[in-house]
Each structure stands twice: as structure tokens, then as C-alpha cells.
């Protein structure tokens, strides 16, 4: 789910290197926290979430596929 999340946001940012997904499971659940360059925080979230909400559609889809439990994305400010 990592690679997934990478490839998806490493293209639209100015500072791929900085681009870092962290996962953190518990029993019922995954929690992927992504971080970027401050710089890069708006073109993550876009205009009204919009983008944000496209990418979570996307990871939550592939999720749902392969895992048992509910998954999460934060995005680290």
C-alpha cells in the first residue's frame, strides 16, 4: 500500500525526496501517515480537499481488496 501511496504523490510534487508514508497497524485497523515538504502541503491537499479526497479514494479502494482491516491516510502537515 506504501508503493501505491508513493506513486500517486511523488508526481505531483516539487520535493519527491522528502515524500515519507509511515504505517502504523493496530488490531483493527492501518493507519498510514504521509508527510511531505512543507511547500508541497498544498498541492497534496488541493483545492478544497479535492485532491486529498482522490488519492484516500484510490488507496481505500485497493485496501479494500487486499486487506481485512480498515484503512486510514493522514496527511502530516
Given at each position: ?7 500517486i ?8 525526496d522528502?515524500?515519507k ?21 498544498g ?5 478544497n480537499?479535492?485532491v486529498?479526497?482522490s488519492?484516500?479514494t ?5 485496501a479494500?481488496l487486499k ?11
Amino acid at each position: 500500500m506504501e508503493k501505491l501511496i508513493l506513486s500517486i504523490v511523488k508526481p505531483i510534487v516539487d520535493f519527491p525526496d522528502q515524500v515519507k508514508v509511515d504505517a502504523k497497524e493496530e488490531e483493527r485497523r492501518i493507519t498510514y501517515h504521509l508527510s511531505v515538504h512543507e511547500q508541497d502541503i498544498g498541492k497534496v491537499i488541493g483545492k478544497n480537499g479535492r485532491v486529498a479526497k482522490s488519492i484516500r479514494t484510490v488507496v481505500y479502494a485497493a485496501a479494500g481488496l487486499k486487506q481485512q482491516k480498515k484503512v486510514y491516510l493522514e496527511i502530516d502537515e
